[in-house]
């Protein structure tokens, strides 16, 4: 199991190793042109590329960024060993087959020696660096067990040994999932999950007999009302099984939900994906436009430039979201939504709001990660807690970070929510995103975003 800080930490290795490869190069061929034999610089820059393109091809067959292969020091250390006398022999070869064994002794020797050194002391910073990741408990998805069992023993012993999670151990001990059990969910079962919550667990593994399988729908519903993903760890699977499952080590555990974005290359592609849009928004448009738009806001109604309101985040955590200020200072902004001709609107609001002006301070929250371009909207917490006690499924949107746009919004169902049913019908789209993300998809709802935009929105009040 992977987390960010890991993938991360992966990420940055293969682009160092890289980097340090090009420097030990070039001040090799320095210190040889400086000090011993003058180095053709044609020869020097064609060999620069073949390097290069030996390098990516020895850390490719070898897989030194492969998971399995950074999973240790000792496995780092060998593979890197490994692929520099891979690379050394790779790069003698050519220089045989071209003629240029004659190329500066002193060059290659430089060159590998300094490599050497510069990989000793990378590879010693980034093992520090990954133990100081894995020993820290804020850096690690916490998870933790319902109910003690005979295989939530062997389960537990797992958890515990991998370096990306937290176990927080076991919830509810009292409560019995074996066939011969009581009802999944009972007082104590749905207890289980507030307790996890309280823990800071929100992502529970459930050790049941293959015979509880079909209640197992029950206990899903129940942990997705808390914001908790509930995973099954059966003795064994059956071929009527309607549930998702993933292969962990030894175990394999049942979901019901398609997740992309529980794989954290997935997560990783869309955070930068973020990174780059917001970043390109706020210097290009934001930097210019939000002095503009302050001076006419100050001047139309009295107060700050900037509307912050706690909303529900992923996890339901709740974040300060940034707005463009669209009304006048009222008393009544954590609890009323906005409504068609509502007088609390400056006209310099009511421009903002249906050209959707006033969501870009909402890039600054992108671009800190409390949101994403593209997910659910982000509710006033007191309509989190009033629509999780109507809509069953409510709280699964909050699975995802919240987006300024998102697949509910450009499917026409934004703005005020007077009816239950129009909200069942923004969920129902939030977790059909949930299910079905893509780069792709995110990009068709952005473009989808701009074009409702310059056609105009009956909802945007």
């Known amino acids: 199991m992977v987390n960010r800080y890991f993938f991360l930490l992966r990420f940055m290795l293969g682009v160092t190793d890289f980097i340090l490869v090009n420097m030990c190069f070039f001040l090799a061929y320095y210190l040889a042109d400086k000090y011993f034999v003058a180095i053709d610089e044609k020869i020097f820059r064609d060999t620069l590329i073949i390097n290069n393109m030996i390098w990516l091809v020895c850390s490719a067959t070898i897989g030194m960024y492969s998971s399995n292969k950074i999973s240790s020091v ?155 993903r509930v995973k099954f760890v059966p003795d064994f699977m059956t071929p009527e099984s309607n549930f998702k499952y993933d292969e962990s080590g030894d175990f394999m555990v049942l979901t019901t939900r398609n997740e992309p974005l529980e794989n954290i290359a997935n997560r990783f592609q869309k955070r930068f994906f973020d990174i780059v849009v917001s970043s390109m928004v706020i210097v290009f448009i934001l930097s210019w436009l939000y002095p503009l738009l302050a001076l006419i806001i100050k001047i139309q109604s009295p107060g700050p430039v900037i509307f912050k309101q706690l909303r529900s985040g992923r996890d339901n955590q709740p974040f300060w979201c940034y707005k463009f200020r669209s009304m006048k200072m009222n008393t009544q902004s954590g609890s009323r939504q906005a409504s068609k001709n509502d007088d609390r609107i400056t006209p310099i609001g009511r421009f903002l709001r249906k050209s959707s002006l006033d969501e870009f301070p909402q890039f600054f929250n992108v671009l800190m990660g409390d949101m994403s371009i593209i997910g659910p909207r982000p509710h006033m917490i007191s309509h989190t807690e009033y629509y999780s ?27 005020e929510t007077k009816e239950t049913h129009l909200m069942e019908a923004r969920v129902e789209h939030d977790i059909w995103y949930l299910g079905n993300w893509s780069i792709g998809l995110d990009i068709k709802i952005m473009v989808m975003t701009v074009t409702n935009i310059f056609k105009g929105e009956e909802n945007a009040f």
Request: hydrophobic share 45%; aromatic share 14%.
């Open 389 to 415: 006690t109507l809509i069953d499924t409510y709280m699964t949107r909050q699975f995802l970070k919240p987006g300024i746009s998102g697949w509910a919004q450009v499917n026409g169902y934004r703005g």
């Open 74 to 228: 000792k496995y780092i250390y060998q593979t890197t060993a490994a692929c520099l006398i891979l690379h050394f022999s790779l790069f003698m070869s050519y220089l045989f087959i071209m003629e240029l064994l004659m190329f500066p002794a002193h060059f290659i020797a430089g060159f590998y020696l300094l490599t050497i050194f510069g990989f000793i002391l990378s590879r010693y910073t980034g093992t520090t660096l990954q133990n100081l990741l894995t020993n820290n408990p804020d850096m690690k998805k916490s998870v933790g067990i319902m109910a003690m069992s005979q295989g939530g023993g062997r389960l537990a012993e797992y958890l515990q040994s991998q370096s990306a999670l937290n176990f927080r151990g076991f919830v509810n001990n009292g409560l019995s999932l074996s066939a011969s059990g009581d009802a999944i969910v009972s007082f104590s079962g749905a207890q289980s999950f507030k307790e996890a919550v309280k823990a800071g667990i929100y992502e529970l593994y459930v050790c049941i007999d293959p015979g509880r399988i079909v209640e197992m729908q029950e206990l899903i519903t129940e942990g997705e009302k808390h914001c908790i």
